[in-house]
């Protein structure tokens, strides 16, 4: 009895062992991936601008509502560069809280490289890396996350409000 219950002891250990070696390896790819991100994200906007890489001082971001637009400016970082590699693309916002409309599908690809916690001000385009997801504020508030700041709409902000489709458009000054 005692050997039957020793080999079951053994055998739990063994894919304990093989389960948390998985979980390591797992997290260590996903950090390889991260930073591999961050390194070739100004190749991947070559995607869509093979002109090359896009000096975004100069650039701006059309974003199409309906019939209204609004235009935003972005900020240089790992992750602008991936996405403005992605432009022209249609989002379905959807309103979160009153206060923040957001971008539910699954956008992890994207690298940061500049990650602050909180105090965002209405106008901000913040990408949410640990829910991966685009968040426009169009008031003050929402929720508090750690984030990357990827640029500030301006106009009218309450255009944001609401379940919608938005246009973002990249444009070069």
């Known amino acids: 009895m005692e050997?039957?219950?020793g080999g079951a002891l053994l055998g739990a250990l063994l894919a304990l062992s093989?389960?948390?070696?998985?979980?390591?390896?797992?997290k260590t790819a996903k950090a390889d991936q991260k930073q591999t991100g961050i390194k070739q994200a100004a190749r991947v906007q070559q995607k869509?601008?093979?002109g090359g890489v896009i000096n975004l001082s100069r650039a701006r971001v059309r974003i199409t509502l309906g019939d209204k637009v609004l235009w935003a400016s972005?900020?240089?970082?790992?992750?602008?560069?991936?996405?403005v590699g992605e432009l022209p693309i249609t989002l379905?916002?959807?309103?979160?809280?009153?206060?923040?409309?957001?971008y539910y599908q699954d956008v992890d690809q994207f690298p940061t490289d500049n990650l602050q916690m909180g105090g965002y001000k209405a106008g901000d385009i913040v990408f949410w890396p640990e829910k991966d997801r685009f968040v426009l504020?169009?008031?003050?508030g929402g929720p508090?996350?750690?984030?990357q700041v990827l640029g500030h709409v301006?106009?009218?902000l309450q255009l944001l409000a609401g379940n919608q489709l938005a246009t973002f458009d990249l444009f070069l000054q």
Request: glycine share 10%; charged share 25%.
């Open 3 to 5: 050997r039957k219950w």
């Open 18 to 26: 093989l389960m948390a070696a998985g979980c390591a390896g797992e």
């Open 48 to 50: 869509n601008w093979p």
């Open 74 to 83: 972005v900020e240089d970082n790992a992750t602008t560069h991936a996405l």
């Open 92 to 102: 379905a916002l959807k309103d979160l809280d009153g206060q923040t409309a957001v």
């Open 137 to 140: 504020f169009y008031k003050s």
């Open 144 to 147: 508090q996350f750690t984030g």
């Open 154 to 156: 301006e106009g009218d």
